[in-house]
Each structure stands twice: as structure tokens, then as C-alpha cells.
């Protein structure tokens, strides 16, 4: 079926300042191209029209994952989710962020899909972002003015809304260095295993206590439950420090099913999404923890 | 700019054109090059009909604009059969019966082309997520994924031999 989108003006801006620039001089009327799997759907099946579109893929040096052992992970906005997908570095330290990238689409958008459009799309079922929250990731934006840090957890603002302001442009994911005996697990739920969009997802990111008997650092994420990614930090709270066992798992799911604010679409219910948010969250705690349902 | 002048290499072959802003590649490939083993099945990257290799990766030509491949190199099915001889992924699937309408096929095999260049001994999960973004509305998965691991097969003897 021919999806025709609105002609407009195309730009190709080879240095990130006359990126600036050109954001600046079309103030809201430009929209970034960067992998074009979700901008390019939004302009064939959703009417959108921008007048310009920027596409920043030319602008070289966003491309890299740079690791620096005990220190950080720093991935540039342009990295194919591809690339984190199959990044050893990132596999091997990061497995959570790898496991996330590989559910993103199918290979085919994956090798278009950048992690800086991921994030900017700003889904509340964006596939890195919970992983990369729970990682307590930052991202650096960057203006004519200068360079910014923000928390990743503090980026999103609304569904398809983040905290950038005009003329500002994401360049980079820094991602610290996991403290010893650190495990993550992102579950995505949907109808079916390939090319979906998560109904509901879920990571879970703790540290095991020095006597590895309790979780530390617990960090639960929501995805697609929210119009942001939503930290569950009630069911955080309570599963913090505290001996593991199937009533604390049990009361853990419960409160993130309580945090949980999601809308019913054409994907599932409201309440269907609370409940698997429960039956999620319970799941990745015995995963990680290395339970089996009992 | 409205209109650009690119340049693009398919198959071997370089091309100068003029292309507007909204034409994708795929709108190229077929309707400038005609070029029509590259299926447009959905437009929006749902259906994989549409996979080329861009740079050697499979990539859905409809979510690609045109304006962006200037310069790159883009591998069609076309391009697999070398002097009138198909390639062992596509003698796979004939082989193998991996064919129904066919409207799925050249993705798929381009798809599976890209795979195996990287991987000669995959696993049926690695074929299977190799092939996720294809889909097959005669659902005749079963035998896609033994063609692609016969053609495998028939790589590993020839590069054995």
C-alpha cells in the first residue's frame, strides 16, 4: 500500500552547530531525523507534516560506545540500536541494555533505529528506556549555549515530549559503571515475540548486599504503564534490604500494580496492564534473585 | 533543498538521479530503476517485502529516503544472481519449496543473505530472528527456516571443499 508523505524541506547539516543553527532559525517547525523508523512512520500513517525535516545522521563523531573500566559506559546518539545490540562490551556489562535493544523492532529497524531517536520519540513503551533509567543513565544535551547533563529519569516529560528546549539536540547516553554483583532484567510483554510494541515492560536492576543475602540499589522500572517510563518506587522501597522471600514478592508486585497508571488502547485494558505489571515485576524479582515460582 | 541530484550504487551499478524529498528508496528501486523484485507491502516498515541491503545491512527501503542513501551502495534481489546463476540462498529456497506467492520472498532471502554473510552456522532461534521482521502471509515459515539453514549448510561444505 502507498503511503505518500507531504514533500518538505530536507537539510543535511554536517557539524553539530549548524545543526543549532537550523533548529534555532525554524524554531518548532523542524523535526530530526535520526533512523527515520518511527518519524517516517508518523508522516505516512499518522498525517504528520513537517515543513523541514533535519536529518542529523551526517554529523559525524555521535556514532561510538566508549567503556572505561570502573568508570562509564558512553554511547553517542547516533549508535544504531543494532550496535548496542550486539556490542560485546555492552553485552557482557550491560546486558540488561543489550537484552533491551535486541527487542526493539526487527533487524531491519534496528539497524536504522539510533538510541538517541529511541529516547527523543520518547514512547511510553520506548524499549531502552527502562533499562537505561534503572542503569541510572544520563543523557548530555547539547545547544549553541553549551552542554547540560540530565538524569535520564527526569528527561521524559510526557508521551512524545522530553525536557529539550528549542535549539537543544541529545548527543550522548553515559551510563555508570555498575557496582560488583549487579543484575538487571528487562521483560517485554507483548501479544507476540517479534515486531510488537511492549503492552506492558518491565526492568528490574538491584546489587546484591556485601553478604549477598538482601538486594541493594533496587531500581524497578515501568514501561508503557505511564505517559513517561514510571519508577515504582514504593515496591523499590520495600524490597530494599530486605531478606528475599515469596510474601515480600508477592507485596513488591502489588505496590508497582498500585504505581502503575496505564491507559486501555488497542494494545489492552488499563487494568490488564496493572495486572501484568504485577505478575511482571514478581517475575523479574525471581529471575534475578534465581527463584522458581512456587 | 526540495530536490536533490543523488548517487547511488545498485548492484554494482551507479545511478544519478534526481529525487524529490519524500521519495523513499524503495519509491526509487521500483518505480525509477524499476527494479520490482523489491515488494511494497505495508510502507511502514511492519512487513520487511521491502528489505535491501543498504551498506550490506537489510534495512526496510520504504523508512529510508532516497535523499539519505546518496553515496551508499544498495544490494537488490536482483543483484544475488550472478551471470544468469542464483545465489545458494535462493536455490535454497526452490530447493527447500520455500515459496508460496512469493510476495515475501525476496525479503526474505535478502534477509537471510545478510545472516549468513555474518553467521555460516546460525541456530533456528538466530534464523528465526534474522527472519522476524519478514512476514509471510502464506505462512510458510517452517520451510523458510530449513532453506536458510540448507543454504548454510551447502556455505560450510563449500568453504570446507
Redesign the interface.
Known amino acids: 500500500m502507498l503511503r505518500k508523505m507531504k514533500r518538505f524541506e530536507y537539510f543535511e547539516p554536517s557539524t553539530l552547530e549548524e545543526a543549532f543553527s537550523l533548529l534555532n532559525k525554524y524554531n518548532g517547525k523542524v523535526k530530526i531525523l535520526s533512523g527515520g523508523t518511527d518519524l517516517l512512520v508518523a508522516m505516512k500513517e499518522r498525517g504528520l507534516a513537517p515543513s523541514y525535516v533535519m536529518n542529523v545522521k551526517c554529523i559525524p563523531g555521535l556514532d561510538y560506545i566508549k567503556y572505561e573500566e570502573k568508570k562509564d559506559l558512553r554511547i553517542g546518539a547516533l549508535t544504531t540500536i543494532r550496535t548496542i545490540e550486539t556490542s560485546n562490551v555492552i553485552r557482557e556489562k550491560f546486558s540488561v541494555l543489550a537484552q533491551a535493544a535486541s527487542m526493539l523492532g526487527s533487524i531491519q529497524v534496528r539497524n536504522r533505529a539510533t538510541i538517541g531517536g529511541n529516547l527523543c520519540n520518547a514512547a511510553p513503551s520506548a524499549e531502552t528506556a527502562p533499562s537505561l533509567i534503572g542503569l541510572k543513565a544520563k543523557v548530555k544535551i547539547a545547544s549553541l549555549e553549551g552542554e547540560r547533563i540530565v538524569p535520564l529519569e527526569k528527561f521524559f516529560v510526557g508521551p512524545g515530549i522530553t525536557v529539550l528546549k528549542k535549539g537543544e539536540i541529545l548527543a550522548e547516553i553515559i551510563v555508570p559503571f555498575p557496582l560488583p554483583h549487579t543484575k538487571g532484567i528487562y521483560i517485554k510483554y507483548g501479544r507476540r515475540k517479534a515486531m510488537e510494541i511492549a503492552m506492558v515492560s518491565v526492568a528490574v536492576i538491584a546489587t546484591l548486599s556485601v553478604e549477598g543475602e538482601v538486594w541493594e540499589d533496587v531500581n524497578i522500572i515501568l514501561g508503557a504503564v505511564a505517559p513517561t517510563p514510571l519508577r515504582a518506587r514504593k515496591a523499590e522501597e520495600v524490597l530494599q534490604s530486605k531478606r528475599i522471600s515469596e510474601p515480600l514478592i508477592e507485596k513488591v508486585g502489588q505496590l508497582a500494580y498500585e504505581e502503575a497508571c496505564p491507559i486501555s488502547d488497542m494494545r489492552a485494558s488499563a487494568d490488564y496492564r496493572k495486572e501484568m505489571v504485577k505478575v511482571l515485576v514478581k517475575k523479574a524479582i525471581r529471575e534475578i534473585s534465581g527463584l522458581k515460582k512456587s | ?2 530536490q ?1 541530484r543523488i548517487q547511488l550504487k545498485v548492484n554494482g551499478e551507479e545511478y544519478k538521479l534526481e529525487v ?3 521519495d ?1 528508496l524503495l519509491d526509487v528501486i521500483r518505480d525509477r530503476l524499476s527494479l520490482t523484485g523489491t515488494k ?7 512487513c ?1 517485502a521491502c ?1 535491501v541491503l ?1 551498506e550490506g ?4 527501503s ?4 532516497a ?2 542513501a546518496d553515496g551508499k551502495e544498495v544490494i537488490t534481489i536482483e543483484g544475488l544472481t550472478k551471470e544468469g546463476k542464483l545465489d545458494l540462498v535462493q536455490e535454497a529456497f526452490i530447493e527447500q519449496g520455500a515459496i508460496q506467492c512469493g510476495f515475501c520472498t525476496p525479503g526474505m532471502v535478502l ?1 537471510a543473505k ?1 545472516l549468513l554473510d555474518e553467521n555460516r552456522n546460525p541456530t533456528e532461534s538466530e534464523i528465526k ?2 527472519i ?4 509471510c502471509r502464506c505462512t510458510g515459515y517452517v520451510k523458510i527456516v530449513k532453506a536458510i539453514s540448507s543454504a548454510a549448510e551447502k556455505m560450510r561444505k563449500i568453504r570446507k571443499s
Not at chain 2, 511494497?40 to 511492519?46: I, L, Q
Not at chain 2, 545491512?57 to 526496510?60: A, F, H, M, S, Y
Not at chain 2, 520504504?62 to 529516503?65: G, K, M, P, S
Request: charged share 20%.
Open positions: 533543498m526540495i536533490k524529490k524529498s519524500n523513499t511494497r507491502g505495508c510502507d511502514t516498515g511492519d520487511g528489505t543498504l545491512k537489510p534495512v526496510n520504504c523508512l529510508v529516503l535523499i539519505e534477509s545478510a530472528t534474522a522476524a521482521g519478514n512476514l
